[in-house]
């Protein structure tokens, strides 16, 4: 889900993997491995780094100190209206404020 908004969405590593430009695109794995036979690694140390970040918001950016911070956040009716916002007629993922194009084969 797009929207942050899980029960089980319990740590700031968990919230950092969908709220960063830690997971990919499933259309830019497909093109990686078309072009190269694997995914190619930013590295682990990059990798690690994106999910120690601190938490912030990737639809308002509202710095977030702690996971009941984060619920009462995406409970707030202006977060909502920014999903949508984002959602509009595209792929969300392409709108979303953590996505780096740079790291997405499909802008190349």
């Avoid at 889900?1 to 968990?14: C, G, I, P, Q, R």
């Avoid at 190619?40 to 100190?65: F, I, N, W, Y």
């Avoid at 977060?79 to 780096?100: C, K, M, S």
Wanted: with cysteine.
């Amino acid at each position: 889900s797009s929207d942050l908004d899980s029960d089980a969405l319990k740590n700031k590593k968990h919230f950092n993997s969908f709220a960063t430009s830690f997971l990919l695109h499933p259309a830019s794995v497909a093109a990686q491995i078309e072009s190269s036979g694997k995914v190619l690694s930013r590295g682990h140390a990059a990798e690690e780094a994106a999910l120690k970040q601190d938490m912030r918001c990737p639809v308002t950016g509202a710095p977030l100190k702690n996971m009941p911070a984060v619920k009462a956040h995406v409970a707030r009716r202006e977060y909502a209206e920014g999903v949508r916002a984002l959602a509009g007629d595209a792929d969300i993922i392409e709108r979303w404020p953590g996505h780096n194009r740079a790291n997405d084969v499909r802008a190349r």
